[in-house]
C-alpha cells in the first residue's frame, strides 16, 4: 500500500470482479493513530447489506472482529494513555448530559490523571527520603525527620481530600441529582413540575440505578440528570393531624440530595408551610415562592427567618422565571466550584475507592511517623498508598482489574 498517511481515497470494494459498493479508504500510520498502531478505516454507505458485505469480504482477507473496547484497550497497552482516560472514552460514549460528558472529556484530556501524577510525584518524593535512611539504619544515624515526614504526608492527604470532596458532584453526574419537590396541597407542585418537564424535555430517558417506582421522572438541569421523586402521597386528608403530612414529607426529604420546598406566595405562610420549613433540618434546599403573579400575601421576612436556603419567586402556571430556579438548582451542586468543565470531578468508584485506600496508607504512615514507629514500617504503608494511585493509572493493575474495564465497551471503541 502507497498512499500517503492520513490521507483518503475513493475507490470500489469488490468481490471478485463484481462490484459491492463505493467506498473511501482513509490511511493513518504508526505511531500518531487511536492505537498508536497502523490503522485503516473503510468507509462504505451505510445500511445493513454493503457494510456486511464488506465485513464479510475483509474477514475473509483474514481481518477478524474487534473485541469489545479493544482499541482503546490497545491505546493503553501501547502507552498512549493511561487506564483512567480509557476509562473516560467509555464515559463519553456512554454519557447522556451535557455535564456527564464534559467531566469525561475533561479526564479523557488527563485533568484527573495528572492530579493522581502529583499525588504519587509526591509519595515517592517521600518514599526516596525514607527509603534511604532504611539503608542507613543500622548505623544508628538519624536521617529523616519523622515529624517532617508526617507533616509532609499529611498535606497529601489534605489534597485527596479535596479530590474525594468532588465524588459527591460525581455521583450526581452519574446517577441523578435526586430532587423532591415538597410543599402543602394546592401550593402548586404539580404545576411547578409541570413547568419543569416543558421547560427541559428530557433527552435522558434511564439513569442505571435508579428504582423505577420511586421515580416519577428524569429531566436535565443546567446539563445535570435530575430525578424528581414523587412527593403527592404527601397530603393530610385522611389524617386530621397536620405532623402526619410533615413526617411523610420528612421522609422523602432525606432520601433527596435537595428539596424544592413550594411555598403559595398569594396566601399567608400557613402553620404546615412553618413545619415544612423547620423540617428541611438543614439539608440541602431552595424554598420556592410559587405563584407570583397573584398579589402578594406572604411574609418573605418570615419564610428567610425559618431556613437558610434560597429563594426564588416563580409562576408555576405561567413558567415565569423557571430558568432562575434552574441556575439555584445548578448552583446548589456545583457549590460555588466551577462547572464539570473546569475542574476535576471523582466520577468514577473505582477511582474513588483507589483513593480512598491510598489516604488510609497515608493515614497509616503519618500517624506512625508522629508516633516514631519503625520506619520501614511506614515506608510499606507509603508503598501501600502508591499502589493504590498506581492503580487508578493502571500502572501495575491487576490483569483482571483491565479485563473488567474494557468488557464495558462497545465494539468499534
Ligand atoms: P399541588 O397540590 O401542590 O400539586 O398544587 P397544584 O399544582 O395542583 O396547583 C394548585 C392550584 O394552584 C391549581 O389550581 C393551579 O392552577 C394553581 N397554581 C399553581 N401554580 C400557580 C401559579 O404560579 N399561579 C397561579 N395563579 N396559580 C397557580
Redesign the pocket.
Known amino acids: 500500500l502507497t498512499q500517503r498517511s492520513f490521507t483518503t481515497c475513493f475507490g470500489h470494494v469488490f468481490d471478485a470482479d463484481h462490484v459491492i459498493d463505493e467506498a473511501i479508504l482513509t490511511v493513518m500510520r504508526a505511531p500518531h493513530t487511536y492505537t498508536t498502531q497502523d490503522v485503516t478505516e473503510i468507509n462504505c454507505h451505510g445500511g445493513i447489506a454493503p457494510v456486511r458485505r464488506t465485513l464479510e469480504l475483509c474477514l475473509h482477507a483474514g481481518a477478524r472482529v474487534a473485541d469489545p473496547g479493544e482499541f482503546t484497550m490497545r491505546a493503553y497497552y501501547y502507552g498512549r494513555i493511561d487506564l483512567a482516560q480509557a476509562e473516560a472514552v467509555a464515559d463519553i460514549v456512554n454519557a447522556t448530559t451535557e455535564a456527564g460528558r464534559q467531566a469525561a472529556v475533561a479526564q479523557l484530556g488527563g485533568a484527573l490523571s495528572g492530579r493522581i501524577e502529583e499525588f504519587r510525584q509526591r509519595i515517592i518524593d517521600l518514599l526516596v527520603e525514607v527509603e534511604a535512611s532504611i539503608d542507613f539504619v543500622d548505623q544508628d544515624i538519624e536521617l529523616v525527620d519523622t515529624a517532617e515526614v508526617a507533616e509532609f504526608t499529611r498535606g497529601i492527604i489534605a489534597d485527596i481530600d479535596q479530590l474525594l470532596a468532588t465524588a459527591h458532584q460525581g455521583r450526581v453526574l452519574r446517577g441523578g441529582l435526586r430532587v423532591t419537590i415538597a ?1 402543602r ?7 411547578l413540575l409541570n413547568a419543569l418537564l416543558r421547560a427541559n424535555r428530557a433527552i435522558v430517558t434511564e439513569v442505571p440505578g435508579t428504582t423505577r417506582d420511586v421515580i416519577e421522572d428524569v429531566l436535565t438541569i443546567g446539563g445535570l440528570p435530575v430525578l424528581l421523586s414523587d412527593t403527592a402521597g404527601v397530603r393530610d386528608t385522611d389524617s386530621p393531624v397536620e405532623a402526619e403530612g410533615v413526617l411523610r414529607t420528612r421522609q422523602a426529604m432525606a432520601a433527596a440530595d435537595l428539596v424544592l420546598l ?1 411555598v403559595d406566595s398569594s396566601e399567608p405562610l400557613a402553620e404546615e408551610d412553618r413545619q415544612l420549613l423547620g423540617a428541611l433540618d438543614g439539608r440541602p434546599h431552595i424554598v420556592v415562592m ?2 407570583e ?2 398579589p402578594k400575601q406572604v411574609d418573605a421576612g418570615a419564610v428567610a427567618q425559618l431556613t437558610s436556603g434560597v429563594s426564588v419567586w416563580v ?4 413558567g415565569t422565571h423557571i430558568q432562575d430556579l434552574e441556575e439555584a438548582v445548578s448552583s446548589a451542586v456545583w457549590q460555588g466550584a466551577a462547572g464539570a468543565a473546569e475542574h476535576v470531578i471523582l466520577t468514577n468508584a473505582r477511582h474513588q475507592q483507589a483513593l480512598e485506600h491510598s489516604r488510609e496508607g497515608l493515614l497509616r504512615a503519618a500517624e506512625g511517623a508522629a508516633e516514631g514507629r519503625y520506619i520501614e514500617f511506614i515506608a510499606a504503608d507509603l508503598r501501600d498508598a502508591l499502589a493504590a494511585l498506581d492503580d487508578i493509572l493502571g500502572k501495575t493493575p491487576a490483569e483482571e482489574i483491565i479485563n473488567r474495564i474494557f468488557e464495558q465497551f462497545c465494539i468499534g471503541k
Open positions: 410543599g396541597p394546592n401550593v402548586g407542585k404539580s404545576s413550594v410559587n405563584k403573579d397573584l409562576s408555576a402556571r405561567d
